[in-house]
C-alpha cells in the first residue's frame, strides 16, 4: 500500500489495485486536494452528495460506493478537443478580454482536511456550488495518525505556543468524545421510543440531538471535506482571494487548487500567477484589508459593542411593501413604474395585502417561491450567534453576509442539556482554556491565526443582507423543525421582525412554511421521512422483480 502524509493530515493509502481503478477518475491519489474528471456529472453529483453525510474520504467513498456505476473502470478519452479549446479560450481571454468566457468551462475538486475557518473562506464565493461533511451527521472522535481531527497551523511553527495549542485542543476533542455516550444515554432516557419508530430511526435521531449538544466543543480548527463545483470564472476568483488571506493555510490550498485545477482547465486560469494580472489582483486585495484594519484601528480604539440582541434589524424600507405590490403588478400592466407605485401608495392595506397574496399564490411547500417582485425591497440583519450556527447561515449565498473574526470576546453559548447531562462543569473548562489560548495568540501570532483555538460555542457577529425573495428561502428552510435549534432561533426572529418591525405584514404572512414551532428531536421528522421513502423503494423494487419474473 503507498501513499503519502502531509501536513494536511494522514493520507488515505490505497493498494496497488486500487490505484489503478483510481487514477482515471482522480487527479491525484496522494495529496487532500484533488479534482475529479473522466465521470458523467450525475456520478459526481452523486458522490458530492453523499459525500457530505459520510466520514469517508471521497476517494475512499469512491472506491466502495460508486466504482460499479462507472463502465468496467476504464476511462474515456477525455483529452479530446482540449488543445483546440485551449487555444480558442486564449485569444477570447488575450485578444478580447470577455472574462465571462470562462463560465462555460467547470470542475469538480475537493478539500480534505480544510479546517473550518478555510471552509468559510472557500463558500465565501456566490457563483459556485459546494458540499460540506457535516457535525450533524459524522463525529468527530477517530483519531486518524494518532491525531484528532484539527489543524495546527503554520503560524504556530516554532513557537513555544505551540505545546499549548496541541494540548488544550487535545482536551477540547478528549472531552467531546468523552461526553457523546453520556450524552446520547440521557437523551434516550428523555425521549424513549414510544411511537415505535425503528431502531435505525431513532438511533439516528438520538445521535444527532447529541451531536448537536456536543459540537460548541469543537473548535474552528477542526478538519472538514469541502466538495466544490464552479466554472473557471469563479475558480479564479476564489484562488485570487484565497492568495491574498492572511492565513497561511488559504494561501497554502489556493496554490494546491491551482496545480490540480490547471491539469482540467488550464486556460481559464492563466491569469492567477501572472505578475501584472492575478499576483497584482491578490496585491489588491490584502493591500485594501491592511488598510481598512488600520483605519478602524484608529477610529474605533477603545469603542465598546453596546448591548443588542441575537438578531437586530437594522435597515429596511418603510415602503418595501408598496415596492413589491408595484412589481407584482408591473409584468401583467402596460403602465410604467412610477405610476404603479403612485397607484400601491394609494390602496389601502388590505388591497395591497390581497396583491401579494394572489402573487405568492398557492404555494404547496417551501419550494413553491414568488418571483422577482419580491426582490423590490429588503433587509439587513446584525446577529450575534455562536460560530455553529454561522457556518450554516454563511452558505446562504444569494445574499450578502459580512462577518468579524471569530474571537473569545463576545462570550459562548451554554445548552440547556448540558447539566441534564452532566458535562456543564468540562464544557465550561474547555471555553474558558480555550478563551486564555486565543488571548495568548493574538498576542504571540495574530488575531487571525487565533481563530483557530476558538471552539464553536463561542459568539460571532455577522450581518445577513438580502431582498424578501431570499428572505422567504432562508427563513423557511431555517426554520424547518429538523433544523439546529440555533440557527432555528435567529431565523424565527428574522421572521418577526419583518413583521413587527419593519411592519412588512403581508410579505411576513407570504412566508407561510416559517416554523415558530419549539422542537424536541428535531431530526425525528426527517428521519421518518427517509424511512418512508426507502421503504417504498424496496416496494417498488420488489415489484419490479416480481414483474419481470
Known amino acids: 500500500m503507498t501513499g503519502v502524509s502531509d501536513a494536511h493530515g494522514a493520507a488515505e493509502r490505497f493498494t496497488a489495485d486500487e490505484r489503478r481503478a483510481l487514477s482515471p477518475y482522480f487527479t491525484n491519489l496522494d495529496d487532500g486536494v484533488f479534482a475529479l474528471r473522466n465521470l458523467p456529472e450525475v456520478v459526481k453529483g452523486a458522490l458530492f452528495a453523499r459525500y457530505s453525510r459520510s466520514a469517508k474520504p471521497l476517494r475512499r467513498l469512491f472506491l466502495d460506493e460508486f466504482l460499479d456505476a462507472v463502465a468496467g473502470g476504464r476511462a474515456p478519452d477525455a483529452a479530446v478537443g482540449v488543445e483546440r479549446a ?3 479560450y486564449e485569444r477570447v481571454f488575450g485578444d478580447y478580454g470577455d472574462d465571462s468566457v470562462a463560465q462555460l468551462g467547470a470542475a469538480h475538486i475537493a478539500c480534505e482536511g480544510a479546517s473550518n475557518l478555510l471552509t468559510k473562506v472557500i463558500e465565501r464565493g456566490r457563483l459556485a456550488a459546494y458540499i460540506e461533511q457535516s457535525t450533524r451527521y459524522v463525529p468527530y472522535t477517530d483519531r486518524p495518525g494518532g491525531r484528532w481531527k484539527y489543524l495546527v497551523p503554520r503560524e504556530l511553527d516554532g513557537l513555544p505556543l505551540r505545546g499549548r495549542y496541541v494540548s488544550t485542543l487535545d482536551d477540547a476533542f478528549e472531552t467531546y468524545r468523552r461526553w457523546l455516550e453520556p450524552a446520547q444515554a440521557h437523551f434516550r432516557r428523555r425521549y424513549p421510543n414510544t411511537a415505535g419508530d425503528s431502531e435505525g430511526v431513532y438511533r439516528a435521531v438520538i445521535r444527532a ?19 466544490i463545483f464552479a466554472s473557471g470564472q469563479a475558480f479564479e476568483a476564489l484562488l485570487l482571494r484565497m492568495r ?10 489556493a496554490d494546491r487548487m491551482l496545480v490540480e485545477l490547471r491539469k482540467l482547465i488550464p486556460a481559464f486560469l492563466t ?9 497584482r489582483w491578490s496585491r489588491y486585495l490584502a493591500d485594501t484589508r491592511r488598510g481598512t484594519g488600520a483605519a478602524a484601528e484608529r477610529l474605533l480604539r477603545g469603542t465598546a459593542p453596546a448591548p443588542q440582541p441575537e438578531v437586530a434589524l437594522t435597515d429596511f424600507d418603510p415602503d418595501g411593501e408598496v415596492k413589491v405590490v408595484a412589481a407584482a403588478l408591473y409584468e401583467s400592466s402596460r403602465l410604467p413604474e412610477s405610476q404603479l407605485l403612485e397607484t400601491a401608495r394609494g390602496m389601502s392595506d388590505g388591497d395591497r395585502a390581497a396583491v401579494i397574496r394572489a402573487y405568492a399564490g398557492d404555494r404547496a ?24 450556527a454561522f457556518r450554516d447561515l454563511q452558505r446562504h449565498r444569494l445574499l450578502t453576509v459580512e462577518w468579524q473574526e471569530l474571537t473569545a470576546d463576545h462570550g459562548y453559548a451554554e445548552p440547556a442539556a448540558l447539566e441534564g447531562i452532566g458535562a456543564g462543569e468540562d464544557w465550561r473548562r474547555v471555553m474558558e482554556r480555550t478563551g486564555e489560548l486565543h488571548a495568548a495568540m493574538v498576542r504571540g501570532t495574530s488575531p487571525a491565526a487565533a481563530q483557530y483555538a476558538v471552539p464553536m460555542a463561542y459568539r460571532i457577529r455577522y450581518r445577513m443582507q438580502m431582498n424578501a425573495r431570499e428572505a422567504m428561502h432562508v427563513i423557511e428552510l431555517r426554520t424547518a423543525p429538523q433544523g439546529h435549534a440555533a440557527y432555528r432561533r435567529v431565523c424565527q426572529a428574522m421572521h418577526r421582525l419583518i413583521a413587527d418591525e419593519a411592519g412588512h405584514r403581508a410579505i411576513a404572512e407570504a412566508m407561510r412554511f416559517a416554523d415558530h414551532s419549539t422542537v424536541e428531536l428535531e431530526r425525528l421528522g426527517g428521519e421518518r421521512a427517509g424511512a418512508r421513502r426507502r421503504s417504498e423503494r424496496r416496494r417498488g423494487d420488489q415489484s419490479s422483480d416480481l414483474a419481470a419474473q
Do not use: Q, W
Open 365 to 388: 411547500n417551501r419550494r413553491h417561491r414568488p418571483g422577482r417582485a419580491f426582490e423590490r425591497t429588503g433587509y439587513c440583519f446584525d446577529v450575534l450567534s455562536d460560530y455553529g
Open 244 to 253: 491574498a488571506h492572511p492565513l497561511a493555510e488559504a494561501r497554502a490550498c
Open 86 to 88: 485551449d487555444r480558442l
Open 271 to 279: 491569469r492567477v500567477d501572472r505578475e501584472d494580472r492575478g499576483v
Open 209 to 227: 440531538k447529541a451531536l448537536d449538544t456536543l459540537r460548541g466543543l469543537l473548535p474552528a480548527a477542526t478538519r472538514s471535506n469541502v466538495g
